[in-house]
Nanobody, 128 residues
Framework: QVQLVESGGGLVQAGDFLRLSCAAS????????MGWFRQAPGKEREFVAA????????YYADSVKGRFTISGDNAKNTVLLQMSSLKPEDTAVYYC?????????????????????WGQGTQVTVSS
């Protein structure tokens, strides 16, 4: 089992910067990749960014590319999501996710079903 706890959410203004953190505990040595998803009211959960520990490969949704940066320290079991130039449409609950499965990851990185473990989420609200 892997437990995930997000922190760092809050209320900011458009154009501001915010950093989210995800702390993993439990069988973290088996973690293959971790990612961030978000869900706005009335909308489906969508992929934001992910990092694969092997090779430090990162992935981003087109909507956040160039504004968000995912980074992590597998030894410290933490993943950060640095968000800059925030927009009102970035408002959502942000979830941290982890997978221990390596098969076909690159082709399925944006699928929420790809991840076995999830945090409780942290609210990010961007006012205009």
């Amino acid at each position: 089992q892997v437990q995930l706890v997000e922190s760092g959410g809050g209320l900011v203004q458009a154009g501001d910067f915010l950093r989210l953190s995800c702390a993993a505990s439990g069988r973290t040595s088996s973690s293959y990749a971790m990612g961030w998803f978000r869900q706005a009211p009335g909308k489906e959960r969508e992929f934001v960014a992910a990092i694969r520990w092997s090779g430090d490969r990162t992935y981003y949704a087109d909507s956040v590319k160039g504004r968000f940066t995912i980074s992590g320290d597998n030894a410290k079991n933490t993943v950060l999501l640095q968000m800059s130039s925030l927009k009102p449409e970035d408002t959502a609950v942000y979830y941290c996710a982890a997978t221990i499965s390596s098969g076909g990851y690159s082709s399925s990185v944006a699928r929420s079903s790809r991840y076995e473990y999830w945090g409780q989420g942290t609210q990010v609200t961007v006012s205009s």
